[in-house]
Nanobody
């Protein structure tokens, strides 16, 4: 089992920045690739960003590429999502997830463990 706890969400004005954190416990964190997803009310859970177990590979959804940065610190068992130039359409609950697979995963069902989510609200 891997337990994931997100933090860092909140209310921010358009153009602002937030940094989300996801702290992991349980099994060896560095064995897992990590992803961030988001879900707005009435919508499906969408892929946001992916980082490989080593941090050497990253991948982003087109909607956030160039604005968001995913990173991880395996010594601290934590993955981060730095979000810049936020837009109202970024408003959602953000979830981190752990994937034991080796390939880049952009679908929610590929991930084995999920956090409870943190709310991000961007006002216009």
């Amino acid at each position: 089992q891997v337990q994931l706890v997100e933090s860092g969400g909140g209310l921010v004005q358009a153009g602002g920045s937030l940094r989300l954190s996801c702290a992991a416990s349980g099994r060896t964190f560095s064995n897992y690739a990590m992803g961030w997803f988001r879900q707005a009310p009435g919508k499906e859970r969408d892929f946001v960003a992916y980082i490989s177990w080593s941090g050497g590979s990253t991948y982003y959804a087109d909607s956030v590429r160039g604005r968001f940065i995913i990173s991880r610190d395996n010594a601290k068992n934590t993955v981060y999502l730095e979000m810049n130039n936020l837009k109202p359409e970024d408003t959602a609950v953000y979830y981190c997830a752990a994937d034991y697979g080796m390939a880049i995963s952009t679908t929610a069902r590929a991930y084995d463990y999920w956090g409870q989510g943190t709310q991000v609200t961007v006002s216009s």
